[in-house]
């Protein structure tokens, strides 16, 4: 499913997986994935379609199917996370205080979980029309420090937050929460959790803050690759469960992800453009 192809880092000083060279996936651009068998079309545009027929006749579908835009519009979707002279993407500042936090007025979305759930992988996916961009990984969970900050061109900001647990609270704490309190133009909170493990305690802390902040959040379930579909679908039921039972602001679709085969990018990039106001929808969906 990967083909690799390697560029040299525009930005020298870059810190990326192997050292100066970018990883392009094979399928980062839609049209070029539509060319795939419509079974295998289906499975990278809504990854939820591939475990259905494991689901019992009892389980409502309804709660997975939202969000189910058409193929056209993730193709408008696309466009947006493809660099261009008059719509630049980059890499833009870091913050370590509320206080470096910069002042854009561009609708804003942002992205935490726990360290090691996937999270610059996936952003990394996102942008991955643009490999160039400069995504900032550090070599031990745990050990991220910074909010990092990624313009989309005039459009909207996308920022990946320090992940929680594994020596990281604190950091959570200082940083995550006050911008979460507190940014006027942040029109989505992504959780991440981890689909190969579902929902950990420090998930649902960081879900409970959610909750109290009380502005609307979406959970992304990462890694879904990694684990059988039984598995994958025990971990989800669970987190509906909660997500039914115990959230009142979140968006009660999850979204599925996997950064390795790209299944659900295309998906999660039009929802990002539709909730940032980006893209119109040209079908009648609700989020």
């Known amino acids: 499913m990967i083909c690799l192809r390697l560029r040299p880092c525009l930005q020298p000083g870059t810190q990326v ?10 399928f980062a651009s839609l049209q070029k994935a539509t060319t795939l068998p419509a079974k295998k079309v289906q499975s990278l545009l809504y990854p939820f ?66 360290s090691n759930v996937g999270k610059s992988s996936l952003i990394k996916g996102l942008f991955a029309l643009t490999p160039e961009v400069e995504v900032r990984v550090s070599k031990t969970p745990g050990h991220t420090k910074k909010m ?31 911008y979460l309190y507190s940014r006027t133009n942040l029109m989505r909170t992504f959780l991440l ?47 509906q469960d909660v997500v039914k039972s115990q959230t009142s602001s979140c968006f009660p679709q999850p979204f599925l992800v996997s950064a390795l085969n790209f299944w659900g990018i295309y998906l999660l990039r039009c929802f990002i453009a539709h909730v940032t106001g980006s893209l119109k929808l040209t079908d009648t969906c609700q989020s």
């Not at 997986?17 to 094979?26: A, E």
């Not at 061109?153 to 594994?166: E, R, S, W």
């Not at 959790?193 to 990462?222: F, H, K, N, W």
């Open 17 to 26: 997986c192997r050292s100066h060279l970018r990883l392009v996936h094979k």
């Open 49 to 114: 379609s591939g475990l259905e027929a494991y689901l019992d006749r009892s389980v409502d579908r309804t709660p997975f199917q939202l969000f189910h835009p058409s193929l056209e519009d993730m193709l408008k979707a696309e466009s947006l996370f493809h660099s261009s002279a008059s719509h630049k993407i980059d890499y833009y500042v870091s913050a370590e205080r509320m206080d470096h936090v910069p002042a854009l007025k561009q609708p804003e979305v942002c992205f935490i979980g726990r």
């Open 148 to 178: 990092n900050f990624f313009r989309v061109g005039k459009a909207f900001t996308l920022v990946d937050m320090p992940g929680y647990g594994h020596r990281a609270p604190k950091d959570f704490v200082d940083m995550v929460e006050p």
């Open 193 to 239: 959790v981890d689909g190969s493990v579902g929902l950990q305690g420090a998930d649902l802390i960081a879900l409970e803050m959610c909750e109290e902040i009380r502005r609307p959040y979406v959970i992304v379930v990462t890694k879904i690759d990694k684990c059988t579909r039984g598995t994958l679908l025990t971990n989800l039921m669970n987190l």
